[in-house]
Every structure is written in structure tokens, then in C-alpha cells.
């Protein structure tokens, strides 16, 4: 299904008119449809059925409460990156049980603060981190009568190549992220030695936007060796948590599946896991983030000027690098469409923000409707790792962030105002 799409040669989201939003929360807005959240989270959720698991949202993708609470309620855990994620899953009233707790680098006041609500695994991925954290949980016990004992998890690099962007893989020994397979099986004996730490479970993590299913049966494979000489070893796990990574079309389908893109489907992904999957006898965890948010949201921005010189078409538009990472960062293309279509010619532009860089376009070289200053634009496939990236660069005040839900829109986030731009800082009195 399509949840952003043309009635009347105007684009809606769900049951309603991109523009009513823009008239009354201003632009640039991020717009999230609940319903294509959660058509993602069931497609990915039916296409395990039979395997016990659990779906983890990683909340890093797209951290609004709301959008965490909807994933909830349809009966997801939570993957939190940090205190922050940590903090924002408590209060959009998320259990804690429910909750994983990730990071190559946790500080000893995150991992106090997740030992105390009780979390459901903590991922670990240093010999170091094993101390740390058992020193962390003995320092919060009161004798024998409470003893915090720490559920883990060890997080496996397992070096397969997932083929994806650089800076998004995460599962190759050159990368920071988790233990390598030959010192697993040390990491775990070390984690049972040691009295505060209760093993759980064992994870990976290999990348993001991966569009081949081969990475994840080769890095899987690679856990459930070690899944089963931990057993032979007495050494029994209770997750099994492969992480996140399952790629998205960017050419503006726009639902949850993956028709027309190089990825597969929840379902093609699931039936070539299954083998693996079926014999390890653990729970499995999953913890997708881009799956089940990047096609449900949208940045909507208003033209604010055209210009052309000899070499080029500009469209300037409201929202920018600080807005929408992606294009700068990642070279990533996302597909942008007029929100109202015209008759106007297609010309080829550079679609850009008002930041003080070169590098800052949402675009380049795009085939576009011709637009004029006030039309509105739809930046597509934004629900993923689009708000979370913004910032205040240039002091330009974060988007509003909107859930639409058949026919009615809220508002789930304010666009900041300018007192929250300074709101943190003070001048210094006695400062010349
Ligand atoms: N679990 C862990 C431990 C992760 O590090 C990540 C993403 C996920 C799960 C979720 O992965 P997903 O299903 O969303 O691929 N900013 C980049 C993406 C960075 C992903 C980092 N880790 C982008 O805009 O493409």
C-alpha cells in the first residue's frame, strides 16, 4: 500500500492533503503515516511466524515518542543506543523488560541507569566492557539479599562484507563494533566467571540498507556455530539476535515491502533465514529501524526561490543538510516529488537548502516539475534516520514532526522555537 499518494493531482498522506498540514504547522515538517508504520511492523512481524521471536524497533532510526508508542503497542521491544534512547523508550512507556540495550561505548552512568529499570539484555562488545559492567552491577548490590546480576549479551563481528555504504557497515573486523568470532568463545567464559553477569544471549549487527540476503545467512551461520559449541561448553543461550540492517526501496514505492528495489522482501528475507533460524533453540531477536519507518515519513518543503545561471537550474528550498542529512552524508538519494502537480515542463535542478555549504542539497541534477517560490515539495523515504540526524547548524531551528491517522493529523513534535535554540546557554556574568 501506498500511504502518500495523489488524489486530485495533490499528494496525501493517508486521509489527508499535504497542504492543510503545511498551512498549519509551517515547513519544513516531517510527516509519518501511523498506518504505513504499522503495515511495515506487521509485514516484518507475519513474515517470522512459527519461529519465536521478538521484533526490536531500533529506536535510532526515528526516536519520536510516538512513533516508538505505536511500535509498542502493536507488540514490539525496543532497541536503545544510548541514555537518551533509553530515557525517550521510558517515556513513551515503553516496558523496560522489552527493551535491548546496545553501544560499542556505554558509559558506567548509562549502564547504571538501564540496571536499575531491569532491561532485557545488554549488549557487550569488549573484554573490557565485561569488567566494567560486572563492576557496575556489584556496585548496586546490597549484599546477598539484592544482588544486581546483569543479563548480556555478546555481540559477534562476525567479518562478513554486507555490501552496503562505508560509513553504515558495521560487521567487518575493520569496523569498531563487537568481538570477533575467534575470541567469542574466551569473551563468554570470561562473562560466566564473573559473578554480577547473567549470559543471555548472543548478537550481530553487520550494516544497514543491505539489499542481499547473502550476508545475513553467512554471518548467521557464523552464531550458530558458536551458538552450539557455547552449548557444548554448558554454556546456554537464551537470544539469538541477528540486529537490524534489512534494506528499503528509495524509488518512492513507498510501502513497507520492497516491489521494484534490489531488496527483498520481509518474506524472501525470512525464508532464507529459516534454516538457521529454526535450529539454533533460541528466541530470536530482530531489531530493524529503517525497515519500518523510512518509507512511512516524508520531509515536506516549500520552494523558496528558482534561479538558473549557465550551468544550472537551483530550486532553494526550506529545509536543508541540517534537516536531512542523507544526500550530504551518505551521497543517498531520495526521491522528491511536487506536492501538487502541474502542467509545468520537467527541468533538470540542483535542489538545495539556505546552509552556508556547497555540500548541502537534498539533490543534484534531478528531473523535476518546474516549480515556483511557495510550491510545496515532498522529500520521500524520510522516516528513517531523517529527524534524528537533524541539527541546528546555521542556528536553524529543528522541523516539526507530524503523525497522520486516516483522516485526522497530530502534531508530534513543535518545530523549535527560537528560545529553544539558546535555551542550554547563558552569558557569563564577569565574561569580557
Ligand atoms: N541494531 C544496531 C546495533 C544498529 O547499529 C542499527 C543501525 C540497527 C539495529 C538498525 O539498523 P537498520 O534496520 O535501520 O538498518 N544513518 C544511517 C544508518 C545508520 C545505521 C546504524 N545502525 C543512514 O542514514 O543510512
Do not use: W
Amino acid at each position: 500500500m501506498n500511504f502518500f499518494d495523489y488524489h486530485n493531482d495533490e499528494m496525501m498522506c493517508e486521509g489527508v492533503r499535504l497542504g492543510e498540514i503545511a498551512e498549519r504547522v509551517g515547513t519544513p515538517a516531517y510527516i509519518y503515516s501511523k498506518r504505513a508504520l504499522l503495515d511495515a511492523f506487521h509485514e516484518f512481524d507475519s513474515a517470522f511466524a512459527g519461529i519465536d521471536h521478538l521484533v526490536c524497533y531500533s529506536m535510532k532510526a526515528n526516536s519520536n515518542l510516538n512513533v516508538c508508542k505505536i511500535f509498542y503497542t502493536a507488540g514490539s521491544g525496543v532497541d536503545c543506543n544510548s541514555g537518551g534512547e533509553f530515557f525517550r523508550a521510558l517515556k513513551a512507556g515503553v516496558d523496560p523488560h522489552r527493551i535491548i540495550f546496545t553501544g560499542v561505548g556505554k558509559t558506567e552512568e548509562e549502564m547504571r541507569m538501564v540496571l536499575q529499570h531491569d532491561v532485557m539484555m545488554i549488549k557487550v562488545e569488549s573484554f573490557e566492557e565485561l569488567n566494567v559492567l560486572n563492576d557496575v552491577a556489584a556496585s548496586m548490590s546490597n549484599g546477598l539479599s539484592e544482588k544486581k546480576i546483569a543479563p548480556v549479551g555478546i555481540r559477534i563481528n562476525p567479518d562478513v562484507d554486507p555490501k552496503t555504504h562505508p560509513y553504515i557497515s558495521t560487521g567487518l573486523s575493520e569496523n569498531k563494533f563487537g568481538i570477533e568470532a575467534s575470541q567469542a568463545l574466551n569473551a563468554y567464559e570470561l562473562a560466566a566467571s564473573l559473578p554480577n553477569l547473567r549470559i543471555t544471549g548472543i548478537d550481530m549487527h553487520i550494516g544497514s540498507q543491505i539489499t542481499q540476503v547473502e550476508p545475513f545467512v553467512e554471518a548467521c551461520n557464523k552464531m550458530a556455530e558458536l551458538t552450539a559449541k557455547l552449548k557444548q561448553r554448558g554454556i546456554v543461550l537464551e537470544h539469538f539476535d541477528i540486529g537490524g540492517g534489512l534494506g528499503v526501496s528509495y524509488n518512492g514505492s513507498n510501502s513497507g515491502s520492497n516491489p521494484g528495489s534490489d531488496s527483498p522482501t520481509p518474506r524472501q528475507f525470512a525464508d532464507s533465514l529459516r534454516p538457521v533460524l529454526k535450529h539454533v533453540g533460541c528466541k530470536i531477536l530482530f531489531e530493524p529501524g529503517r525497515f519500518l519507518t523510512a518509507n512511512a515519513g516524508i520531509l515536506v518543503t516549500k520552494v523558496l526561490y528558482t534561479k538558473q545561471n549557465k550551468k544550472k537550474n537551483f530550486v532553494i528550498v526550506d529545509a536543508a543538510m541540517n534537516d536531512l542529512l542523507r544526500p550530504s552524508l551518505y551521497n543517498a538519494f531520495h526521491e522528491i516529488k511536487p506536492v501538487k502537480k502541474t502542467k509545468n515542463e520537467t527541468i533538470t535542478a540542483d535542489i538545495v537548502g539556505p546552509v552556508c555549504e556547497s555540500g548541502d542539497f537534498l539533490a543534484k541534477n534531478r528531473e523535476i516539475q518546474k516549480s515556483k517560490r511557495g510550491e510545496l515539495l515532498a522529500v520521500m523515504s524520510a522516516g528513517a534516520y531523517g529527524f534524528v540526524m537533524s541539527s541546528n547548524y546555521n542556528s536553524r531551528r529543528r522541523a516539526a514532526e507530524v503523525i497522520v491517522d486516516g483522516t485526522k493529523f497530530f502534531i508530534a513534535r513543535e518545530r523549535e522555537t527560537y528560545d529553544n535554540l539558546v535555551q542550554n546557554e547563558h552569558l557569563i556574568d564577569g565574561l569580557k
